[in-house]
C-alpha cells in the first residue's frame, strides 16, 4: 500500500470518527421546559448572586445570595469579616417572607444551599470556610468548620509553629504525619477534620452522615462526618485519577448511601460507596458546575453545565441517570428567560419541577419540564 492510499485511508477513518462523535452529540434529545423568574423581593431588597438555592416540604424557598455590605473588625489575633451575603426564605409561590440569620458570623461569600429531609436549611461559604446549619425555625443548630484566622492558631503536625501549615484559610495543605518524621501527604488531601477550604457543597445519606465537599481552594477530597457533625474520614487528593479531584464542586447521594462527586476540573461525575471507595465514573455532560438528585423511586442527576467562567458562552443543564446514561438537556447561554446564567445551584425535589439559581443574572428561575410531543 502506497503511502498515498494509506493517508487517504487514515482521512477517512477520521472523518468517520468525527461524524460518529458529531452524531452521539446529537443524540442527546432537547427536553422542552418552560421557565419563570421566580422571587418578588420587597422594595429596596434584592437578590445579587445566588450561591444556593433550595426548598422545604412544604415548599417554602431559602436562598443564599451574595447580597450585602461586607465589612471586618480586628480583635485580638482574628479578623472578624461579615455581611457579605445574606438567607431570604420565600412562598411556594417566589413572594418574600423573611430573612434568616442576619448578621451571622459565617455569611461572608455564599456558594451553596441544601434542604434536608428534616427541613433543616444549610448554607455552604466559601470565604469563611464554613458550612451553617439551621433547623426550620432558623436557629443555629450546627457550625462546621472555621473561619480564616489572621494569626494561624492551628498549624499542621511537624511544621513548627504558626505560618508552617495550612491553617484555616490557605498555605500548603498538610496532615498528620506530613511534616517531620512520616510521609508527606499527596497534594490536596488537606487536614482530616472541619479544617476546610474554599467549601462548596453538603450532602446526607438516609443515615443522617454528613459529607462535605472541600475542593475549590487548596484541597481536592470529600470529607464524612456523623449526624452529629463528628468527623469520620475523608478521600481524595489532587490529579487525575480515580478517587483524585480537580475540585469538588458538588455532591449527591442516591437511596442506597453512594456518592457523587462532581469532579469539575477533569469534567466528570465520581461515584463511591459511603466509604470512600471508588465504583466508577461517567462524563459526557460538560463542565459539572453543580448538580441535584431526585427523590422518586427512579432517581435522576440533574447536571449544570458551563463551558466558561461566565456562563454566557455555553450552558446547559443535563438529566442523567443514575449509570450516566443521559437523558437529554434543556436550556442554554445567555440572559433571556429559560437561559442560564452560571447556574450555580439546582433543587429538584419534584423531577419535573426545578429552581435553579443563577450568578451571573442574580435570579432564581423555576423551570418546568414537559414531555416530549
Known sequence: MSRTQRTLMACAAGAVLALGASLAAQSVRDIPFDAADLLKTPLDTYVGEVGGVGQNSKGQIFVYTRTGHPYATIGDNRTFARGGSRLYQFDKTGKFE?????MVYGFNAAIGLRVDPQDNVWTIDEAASQIVKLDAEGRVALVLGRKPEAINVRPAAGRGGPGGGDGEGGGRAGAPGGGRGGPAA?????IPGSTFNRPTDVAWDRAGNIYIADGIGNTNRVAKFDKNGNFVKQWGS?????????GVKSLAVDAQGNVYAADVGNKRIQVFDGDGNFKSQFGNVGTPLTMCMTTGATQYLYVSHSGDPDGMEDAAIYKVQLDGQVVGKFGSAGKLPKQFGLANSIDCRNENELLVGEMTNWRVQKVTLRAAR
Open 186 to 190: 499527596p497534594p490536596g488531601s488537606g
Open 98 to 102: 423573611r430573612e434568616l440569620g442576619q
Open 238 to 246: 489532587t490529579g487525575s485519577g480515580n478517587g483524585q479531584f480537580a
